[in-house]
């Protein structure tokens, strides 16, 4: 359904868009289109042709790519509000490095790689609002890498865990996974069995209590200190 759900103000609300006219942004809306995905269902396999980026209206998409030995590594987990798929505006025919698969049902927003590469060439602010977007996700995949290679299993999933914390969390606070344990798991580079194993552990300190979903980290402190050290 080409447009038909969106409006300037909802699209602007979308921070690649935050710097364009009107003229622009109706622009964008005439190439978007509004993407229904029921859960496991792809959205683009890896080295197909990129003709278009997304926005994620509801729902969680992974980032994944497979081994030759058909193990799946999740990459990243977009969330509500992210975008994913816009770095490749910058590569002449690009193809997606990545498969994208919703892991929930969701709704994305899908827009024309083609169209705002044309309005970028009219926009240096756009452009480097974008160059800023991609910078910011550049790091975090730095500190994801470096998490990985010189830290182990608990740090990681520590540091995960306190990640998901609220703004002003001290004592105690309960977070909830919204996201599968199996994918982060796959996420952190961890088996399943170690992170139930690891979270069995910290549980046992009484350091946080799990049930389903839903963690209890009751001693924040004590975790933050499995990181520093």
Not at 130 to 149: E, K, Y
Request: charged share 25%.
């Amino acid at each position: 359904m080409p447009g038909k759900q969106l409006n300037l103000n909802e699209v602007r609300q979308i921070y690649l868009f935050e710097s364009l006219n009107d003229r622009q942004l109706k622009q964008i809306i005439k190439s978007a289109c509004t993407i229904h995905l029921d859960a496991h269902q792809s959205v683009f396999m890896h080295k197909q042709l990129a003709e278009r980026f997304f926005y994620v209206k509801t729902g969680h998409i992974k980032l994944f790519r497979v081994s030759e030995d058909g193990n799946e590594k999740v990459l990243e987990v977009m969330h509500e509000g992210d975008t994913f798929a816009e770095a490749l505006l910058f590569m002449e025919e690009g193809r997606y490095p990545v498969n994208a698969e919703a892991i929930f049902r969701s709704e994305l927003y899908s827009f024309d790689i083609s169209v705002f590469s044309e309005i970028l060439k009219e926009s240096i602010e756009t452009c480097f609002k974008l160059l800023a977007g991609m910078s910011r996700r550049l790091h975090a995949r730095i500190d994801d890498i470096n998490n990985l290679t010189l830290h182990g299993a608990t740090y990681r999933l520590v540091t995960y865990l306190l990640d998901q914390l609220p703004d002003g969390a001290i004592l105690s606070s309960e977070i909830h996974l919204d996201t599968p344990k199996s994918i982060i798991a796959s996420h952190l580079s961890i088996k399943p069995e170690t992170l139930s194993r690891i979270l069995s552990q910290l549980a046992a300190r009484k350091m946080l209590s799990v049930r389903g979903s839903h963690i209890t980290l009751h001693d924040i402190e004590g975790l933050k200190a499995i990181v520093d050290e």
